[in-house]
């Protein structure tokens, strides 16, 4: 990488609090909860010595996203002078059109989307600042034609373009792509929202099972909430295509990019909601699991965190046989989410046959 005239020591020293304080500031105004740690601030700022353009972060994806918009920031940033220009704040603000983030919509990475996104967004002439940022997060998830599409241009990218792979697992990657990037371990992370939406769902859903009330409704307000999560989750996307239907740039062009942006909003919604889904269902089976062993002398809730134990204390007061049926309810919904079946419809079979298995 040349970036000329200046270098990380110079930027650490001189230049880099600035951002690091609007990066900081952005973090608060947005609401993420990243467990920062400092030192891989330091790590992001020495890659500006690298002659790569192309990096593996090791971290958790989300974490690991939000520090690459530092490291995006750091590559454009006029002269490291701070004195309040845009670049930070679409740059941090999830909205920059030369900053990508390229994520799973289901279980892998497939060849279109590299072709669609990745390598189009790669040769293309950036629309604003004078560096892109293509981040894949989970980039264990690409499967074998997708890594090989990337391969060409990873090794050899566009002067402007630069590439950050996010995964926990890199041994999964393919040694060839693997073989391309410039490695770093991160330490920071981000604290998991859906961990807390999942309780949010599974609370209501015990309750309501208890108490009888509003059970007709529970469905509703169940999908109510998985929405949510997934509109915020997918939020980003519609920031970006809102703030590039403001900029002056080639019509044809923004036309097909806020096109393809749309598309993938509404596949990302449709994964977050599945997901969601999933994780709500996945988690009810092992707490049903859970009082089944209890009931049959085991003791592994004295394990369990305070959260499941509030779910477990209602759930435990149900007679095994019931218990046992409600799992195999659960295990049925699991697979038909697998079959990406809309989690509206089976949420609403799952609390359909739940009441009649308890009254």
């Not at 967004?121 to 950036?126: I, K, L, N, R, S």
């Not at 989750?233 to 062009?253: G, H, Q, R, V, W």
């Amino acid at each position: 990488m040349n970036l000329g005239w200046y270098n990380s020591a110079m930027i650490s020293s001189t230049f880099s609090n600035q951002i690091r304080n609007n990066f900081l500031s952005s973090l608060s105004h947005r609401e993420v909860n990243l467990n920062l740690d400092n030192s891989d601030l330091n790590e992001i700022e020495r890659l500006l010595d690298s002659k790569s353009q192309s990096f593996l972060f090791e971290a958790q994806p989300g974490a690991a996203t939000e520090l690459a918009r530092y490291f995006f920031a750091l590559l454009n940033c006029p002269q490291y002078a701070c004195s309040g220009c845009p670049l930070c704040e679409t740059a941090f603000l999830k909205a920059h059109p030369d900053f990508i983030i390229v994520a799973p919509e289901g279980s892998e990475i497939v060849r279109r989307q590299v072709v669609e996104e990745v390598l189009r967004f790669a040769y293309e002439t950036p629309v604003i600042v004078g560096r892109k940022l293509i981040v894949i997060e989970e980039a264990h998830l690409l499967n074998i034609e997708a890594s090989n599409a990337l391969l060409k241009v990873v090794e050899e990218p566009p002067a402007s373009t630069f590439f950050v792979f996010v995964t926990e697992k890199p041994d999964m990657l393919l040694p060839t792509i693997i073989s391309r990037l410039t490695r770093i371990r991160l330490k920071s992370n981000l604290t998991q929202v859906k961990d807390a939406v999942v309780y949010t769902l599974l609370r209501d859903f015990v309750i309501s099972l208890r108490e009888r009330k509003a059970l007709h409704n529970l469905d509703k307000k169940l999908k109510e909430i998985i929405d949510r999560y997934a509109q915020e989750e997918a939020a980003y996307l519609k920031e970006k295509i809102n703030f590039l239907s403001k900029i002056d740039f080639d019509s044809k062009t923004k036309k097909r990019i806020v096109s393809l942006e749309n598309q993938k909003y509404e596949r990302l919604k449709k994964k977050y909601e599945l997901e969601l889904a999933s994780l709500f269902f996945f988690k009810l089976k092992h707490l049903l699991h859970m009082v089944i062993e209890m009931k049959s002398g085991g003791t592994s809730f004295l394990d369990a965190t305070p959260q499941d134990i509030e779910i477990f204390d209602v759930l435990k007061k149900y007679d095994m046989e019931i218990i046992i049926d409600l799992a195999q309810i659960v295990d049925a919904a699991i697979e038909m989410l697998a079959y990406e079946v809309k989690p509206e419809q089976v949420l609403k079979g799952a609390i359909l046959k739940s009441w009649m298995v308890v009254y």
